[in-house]
């Protein structure tokens, strides 16, 4: 790849992002071949919000391609507890480790810690911006089930502040794809996401309600409403529990229609969903190691 750090999906050209799909599928066809590539080599784990696929993924990923990772631990026992700043504390540790892997609250924080870094830095989530990761396995995901051209996407739920989606609406600018966005009014995508897709020409259209798109679609992106993110409780309670699918909701879908979910969901998916054909969200998280292992992979080998 042409790039020492993966900051946003933005950053990602189409050739990009088949290099990373391509490596993924070669390491899912064969994965013992990567179990010694980077025998020796350490990966940094810094996760300042609470994480459990991204950073297990990670660390699954970094340990079969024969490497081990140094982590930070939690912030309640770390330095930061007594004050020290995001950009020092990244600056020592990027002296421990081969690449970095940020997750922070706050948005911008991967691109203001990678100017202090010389090892690949990537970003795993900066508050509700961009979490590029997650938009390559979610990639992954949907080239496998639906193909990434001449495709119909919904992408429902918290648009806003949901940094998933502002990461895959981005990369799927680079593919033949219709967007349709499906969420309550209050929590519409950005100005600054609305403003890329329309930089990049792609083809959008935004709905309050499912049923409007729901037959076209190939492909639903179902997300969970960012609680952590609202400044006022009374704004979460008033949109919590909209846009929830159940097996009814699926019934008006084709029958190839392929449910997605970042995860974790609270109420968005039913249960009774996860039987049907369409869930793919389990398959999709599954997807975070052989995807993770080709981002590291080509992170690496530059420098090998
Ligand atoms: C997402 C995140 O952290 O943005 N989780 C993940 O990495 N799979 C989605 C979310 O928390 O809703």
Same mark, same amino acid.
């Given at each position: 790849?042409?790039?020492?750090?993966?900051?946003?999906?933005?950053?990602?050209?189409? @050739?990009?992002?088949?290099?990373?799909?391509?490596?993924?599928?070669?390491?899912?066809?064969?994965?013992?071949?990567?179990?010694?590539?980077?025998?020796?080599?350490?990966?940094?784990?810094?996760?300042?919000?609470?994480?459990?696929?991204?950073?297990?993924?990670?660390?699954?990923?970094?340990?079969?391609?024969?490497?081990?990772?140094?982590?930070?631990?939690?912030?309640?026992?770390?330095?930061?507890?007594?004050?020290?700043?995001?950009?020092?504390?990244?600056?020592?540790?990027?002296?421990?480790?081969?690449?970095?892997?940020?997750?922070?609250?706050?948005?911008?924080?991967?691109?203001?810690?990678?100017?202090?870094?010389?090892?690949?830095?990537?970003?795993?989530?900066?508050?509700?911006?961009?979490?590029?990761?997650?938009?390559?396995?979610?990639?992954?995901?949907?080239?496998?089930?639906?193909?990434?051209?001449?495709?119909?996407?919904?992408?429902?739920?918290?648009?806003?502040?949901?940094?998933?989606?502002?990461?895959?609406?981005?990369?799927?600018?680079?593919?033949?794809?219709?967007?349709?966005?499906?969420?309550? @009014?209050?929590?519409?995508?950005?100005?600054?996401?609305?403003?890329?897709?329309?930089?990049?020409?792609?083809?959008?259209?935004?709905?309050?309600?499912?049923?409007?798109?729901?037959?076209?679609?190939?492909?639903?992106?179902?997300?969970?409403?960012?609680?952590?993110?609202?400044?006022?409780?009374?704004?979460?309670?008033?949109?919590?529990?909209?846009?929830?699918?159940?097996?009814?909701?699926?019934?008006?879908?084709?029958?190839?229609?392929?449910?997605?979910?970042?995860?974790?969901?609270?109420? @968005?998916?039913?249960? @009774?969903?996860?039987?049907?054909?369409?869930?793919?969200?389990?398959?999709?998280?599954?997807?975070?190691?052989?995807?993770?292992?080709?981002?590291?992979?080509?992170?690496?080998?530059?420098?090998?």
């Amino acid at each position: 790849m042409r790039h020492d750090h993966l900051l946003t999906a933005k950053q990602l050209s189409r @050739e990009d992002i088949e290099t990373v799909l391509d490596r993924a599928a070669e390491v899912d066809a064969n994965p013992a071949s990567f179990g010694e590539r980077h025998a020796g080599r350490l990966l940094g784990l810094c996760f300042y919000e609470p994480s459990t696929r991204t950073k297990m993924s990670f660390e699954a990923s970094m340990k079969r391609l024969g490497g081990d990772v140094v982590d930070m631990g939690s912030v309640e026992s770390s330095s930061v507890k007594k004050g020290e700043s995001l950009a020092d504390t990244i600056r020592v540790v990027s002296g421990y480790a081969d690449a970095l892997v940020l997750r922070h609250p706050l948005m911008g924080a991967a691109k203001m810690a990678s100017e202090f870094v010389d090892v690949p830095l990537v970003n795993a989530g900066d508050g509700a911006g961009h979490h590029p990761t997650q938009t390559l396995l979610d990639l992954y995901t949907i080239r496998e089930n639906a193909g990434l051209d001449d495709l119909t996407i919904g992408i429902m739920g918290d648009l806003k502040y949901g940094r998933t989606v502002h990461s895959l609406a981005n990369a799927l600018t680079n593919f033949d794809v219709r967007q349709h966005f499906v969420s309550p @009014e209050s929590l519409k995508l950005p100005r600054s996401v609305r403003y890329d897709l329309h930089e990049a020409g792609a083809t959008v259209r935004e709905h309050t309600e499912l049923d409007d798109v729901l037959p076209e679609l190939d492909v639903l992106y179902v997300t969970r409403i960012q609680r952590e993110r609202f400044p006022d409780e009374n704004e979460y309670q008033r949109v919590a529990g909209e846009y929830q699918i159940d097996e009814a909701t699926l019934a008006a879908a084709r029958d190839d229609l392929t449910v997605l979910h970042p995860l974790p969901r609270v109420d @968005e998916i039913a249960p @009774e969903v996860d039987e049907t054909d369409h869930a793919k969200y389990f398959e999709q998280a599954h997807n975070g190691v052989p995807v993770r292992m080709a981002l590291l992979d080509l992170l690496l080998e530059g420098d090998a």
